[in-house]
């Protein structure tokens, strides 16, 4: 059986990449409800695009970047205080 030699690997390249804003396309978008917020910093852990900022000292605590939100309500999902809800893009109620 051949030795495999040992080497000190550093991990895969840090690429920046331009990226475009996304949330034209999205269909629904999260919005939350500051007085049933516990900012707890669950929706920041859970968000798959990094978009959601949590800021303990602020009264709107929750900050979501909608340019880059794809609208996949996994924040929704995830909120154990239920303080945040999907609503319709285009204003559709």
Not at 12 to 23: D, E, H, Q
Not at 26 to 55: A, H, M, Q, S, W
Not at 73 to 93: A, F, H, Q, T
Request: with cysteine.
């Amino acid at each position: 059986m051949k030795e495999l030699k040992k080497c000190r690997v550093l991990g895969p390249v840090a690429t920046i990449f331009a990226s475009s804003t996304t949330g034209s396309w999205r269909l629904e978008r999260p919005v939350i409800d500051y007085e049933k917020c516990i900012k707890c910093g669950t929706c920041e852990r859970f968000c798959p695009t990094n978009v959601i900022d949590v800021y303990k000292d602020r009264a709107e605590c929750v900050v979501i970047n909608y340019d880059y939100c794809k609208g996949c309500g996994i924040c929704v999902n995830e909120c154990p205080s239920k303080c945040m809800k999907m609503i319709p893009e285009r204003g559709e109620e």
